[in-house]
């Protein structure tokens, strides 16, 4: 049987940083369930890509945020979170932009 390392890539970011995954995550979350009407004229119509992208930070940000730590490596990379920080933040300037 072989033993796996932890990953390392999430454990770098802790203490505020997962403050900052969930608080990210659920204003996403929170906009898409509050007023999805609302939420997607203010972005100016939600296309697919959009979604993919919203539903990826929303959940990476959840992920890192309760301390979740992948062990795959595709999925450590996949569940990185600056990865997440960038999408939410690409999200954010597009609605600030439309």
């Known amino acids: ?5 932890p990953a390392p890539l999430g454990q770098h970011f802790s203490g505020l940083w997962r403050l900052l995954s969930l608080a990210s995550a659920l204003c996403w979350g929170g906009q898409v369930m509050w007023a999805p009407d609302a939420f997607a004229q203010r972005m100016g119509g939600v296309t697919f890509p959009m979604g993919v992208g919203l539903l990826y930070a929303t959940c990476v940000g959840v992920i ?8 795959g490596k595709w999925s450590r990379w996949l569940t990185w979170p600056p990865f997440g920080w960038g999408v939410s933040l690409l999200l954010l300037a597009l609605m600030w932009l439309r």
């Open 64 to 71: 890192h945020a309760v301390g979740f730590t992948a062990q």
């Open 1 to 5: 049987m072989s033993e796996r390392q």
